[in-house]
């Protein structure tokens, strides 16, 4: 019999999604890698060890994943909300999948600058509740509240928390 050796559609299918996949995980390496001090995580071991011990590490990743499109990081992850904020069954996955982090810069619009400074110094519960907070906001479609006006507001009221704090430190 002759056989033709043109991959079926089915077979291309599988291959662009693999090559998406992959590039999903890569990204999402570079990004993880990139706040490491955030998290903190030392390396590839450490990161393994700290998801599979630690619930609050997880949670914090999910948040922060999240977070991460408000400041340009157009990830294909989808959230739904759960008892912690918004989380990603696919997130859970990608994160336990991931082999190794690369400092190689891809190709994504995320402004790491100004996702450092809002993320600097907060825990977990601070994560959650901006997270869950933005996560609202979004599902209500508010067509006169700009993204960059939310960060700023939760920005503030993160500034104003700091100052309290040091007054009462005084």
Same mark, same amino acid.
């Given at each position: 019999?002759?056989?033709? %050796? ?9 291959? #662009? ?7 999903? #995980?890569?990204?999402?390496? @570079?990004? /993880? ?13 450490? +990161? ?10 997880? #949670? ?5 994943? @999240? /977070?991460?499109? +408000? ?19 696919? $997130?859970?996955?990608? !994160?336990?999948?991931?082999?190794? +982090? ?5 190709? @994504? ?5 100004? +996702? ?5 110094? &907060?825990?977990?519960? !601070? ?6 907070? /933005? @996560?609202?906001?979004?599902?209500? %479609? ?14 503030? /009221?993160? $500034? &104003? ?5 040091? &007054?009462?430190?005084?």
């Amino acid at each position: 019999p002759i056989t033709n %050796n043109k991959p079926t559609p089915q077979v291309k299918s599988i291959k #662009i999604k693999s090559v998406i996949f992959m590039n999903e #995980i890569s990204n999402l390496g @570079y990004f /993880l890698n990139s706040i490491k001090k955030t998290l903190p995580f030392e390396d590839t071991e450490d +990161f393994k060890k700290k998801i599979d011990e630690s619930k609050e590490f997880r #949670i914090k990743v999910q948040k922060l994943v @999240y /977070l991460s499109k +408000f400041f340009g990081w157009d990830n294909s992850y989808h959230f739904n909300f759960h008892e912690n904020g918004p989380y990603s069954c696919q $997130l859970s996955e990608d !994160y336990r999948s991931i082999d190794s +982090f690369n400092d190689k810069k891809h190709d @994504y619009n995320f402004d790491n600058d100004k +996702f450092k400074e809002f993320t600097m110094n &907060q825990d977990t519960g !601070y994560f959650e509740s901006t997270s869950s907070i /933005l @996560y609202y906001l979004s599902k209500m %479609n508010l067509t006169q509240i700009n993204k960059n006006k939310i960060i700023s507001v939760v920005t503030s /009221l993160k $500034l &104003q928390k700091k100052f309290r704090k040091m &007054q009462e430190k005084d």
